[in-house]
């Protein structure tokens, strides 16, 4: 550390050099990124409120209310106004707390397993190894999606918990939420539903019209759901969501800190301190967009994807890994060969897309940053690498 401090001149010279590296949303490169700059009003409403800590809620009464306010939209929006809710600092936190819920509604059972698809995010090996939970992986079909009778085998005396995915990480499918939950009726196994992605992108799917198979709380079976506001909710970092059905989940297993400003109060998170400036900033956000901002802007991104859907189609040697559902396209190879050399080679060109190498697939997200510009330069470049392989 330096004795002295610097100028501030100088610091920010230091810093600009420092960061040359990094990307920007709109150099139109990050093609692979489920992340997305942030609306700009929310980006300023975030500065003026950055020291808000709703790790003290009794400090910041007016955040608090703020976020139980948000969560009754959320349940709004997700099919259920009765659920409660917190904001976390992003999916693999929600995905976490919703592990350790489905644990310890089961203290009975000494094994306890969690099944998931083959497909899940990696939060859920992440949470499974931290809480001594055994991952019961379900296989997909050949067009990636959940194999329902390799799900049904899999559960057993020792299930505490299943997870139906609502936008897969590498594809943006979605699960057979509602057969899944069928399939565990009657049984008392925690069924939590990772929507991370898709959350701020099914519900407005459907306004505009798209056939989108049942995966809130309209389904009964399912206990909880994790939405995340920094990825289509276009909050800033780090904002995620985790909702519940039952409120009477907190009161049982939720934890207590007794010496705080505002005394005793049960919450499930993960983190002390907790940042309550994304949290205000998503709930100006949802008041600057509304429903209707929402939707055109998933439109867009929709409109992207169908763009992006026609050009591979036109390039020989590549096809699509399957049919998107939303903003989410897997690019694959023809003849089966694998993805990994297009995927350097693009890279040598700067286009950061993400690379699943189990699935043979590359993914481009159709996030609101990227442009149709873009994409015509992608898919030009593409298309020269694809002839130059002769694959
Ligand atoms: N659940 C699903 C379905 C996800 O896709 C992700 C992350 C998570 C949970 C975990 O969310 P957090 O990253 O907020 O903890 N999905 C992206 C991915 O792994 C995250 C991401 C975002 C990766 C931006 C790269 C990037 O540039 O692909």
């Known amino acids: 550390m330096l004795k002295e401090g610097l100028e501030k001149q100088e610091i920010l010279k230091l810093l600009e050099k420092k960061l040359e590296k990094d990307l920007s949303y709109d150099s139109g490169l990050i093609l692979g990124s489920m992340c997305t700059e942030p609306l700009d009003f929310a980006k300023k409403i975030y500065i003026k409120y950055i020291s808000k800590n709703l790790g003290d809620p009794g400090l910041f009464l007016g955040t608090a209310a703020l976020e139980d306010e948000l969560v009754l939209e959320i349940g709004e929006l997700f099919g259920n106004k009765d659920i409660i809710g917190t904001f976390t600092t992003g999916g693999s936190e929600s995905n976490l707390i919703a592990m350790r819920i489905a644990k310890k509604l089961r203290p009975e059972i000494k094994d306890p397993e969690v099944v998931v698809s083959a497909s899940a995010h990696i939060s859920f090996d992440k949470a499974a190894d931290m809480l001594g939970i055994k991952l019961r992986k379900v296989q997909l079909r050949d067009n990636f999606e959940l194999d329902l ?3 049904e085998s899999l559960i057993n005396k020792n ?20 057969d899944m939950g069928k399939i565990i009726e009657g049984e008392d196994i925690f069924y939590h539903i990772d929507a991370a992605f898709g959350g701020f992108v099914l519900p407005f799917l459907k306004i505009l019209n ?43 297993i939720g934890f207590e800190i007794p010496y705080l400003a505002g005394g005793n109060f049960k919450h499930f998170h993960m983190v002390g301190t907790r940042p309550g400036g994304p949290i205000i900033a998503f709930w100006v956000i949802l008041r600057a967009l509304g429903i209707n901002g929402f939707v055109e802007m998933v439109k867009k991104c929709m409109d992207n994807t169908k763009y992006l859907v026609k050009r591979i189609s036109e390039i020989n040697g590549i096809k699509l890994a ?39 697939l590359i993914r ?15 898919t030009s470049d593409l298309e020269k690498i694809v002839k130059k392989l002769n694959l």
Request: glycine letters at 10%; one cysteine or more; charged letters at 20%.
């Open 322 to 360: 399957a049919n998107p559902v939303m903003n989410v396209v897997g690019i694959t190879t023809e003849n089966g060969e694998s993805i990994c050399e297009i995927d350097e080679l693009l890279r040598n060109n700067k286009w950061m897309l993400g690379k699943f190498v189990d699935f043979n």
């Open 149 to 151: 009778n390799h799900f």
């Open 210 to 252: 798209y056939k989108i198979p049942p995966w809130d709380f309209s389904v009964k079976t399912i206990s909880s759901i994790t939405a995340d506001p920094h990825k289509m909710g276009l909050g800033v970092i780090p904002s995620g969501g985790y909702f519940v059905k039952d409120a009477s989940i907190l009161q049982k």
């Open 159 to 178: 299930t505490c918990g299943v997870v139906g995915i609502a936008g897969t990480t590498s594809l943006g499918l979605i699960d057979p939420i509602e």
């Open 364 to 378: 481009v997200v159709l996030m609101p940053h990227v442009k149709r510009e873009h994409l015509s330069n992608f």
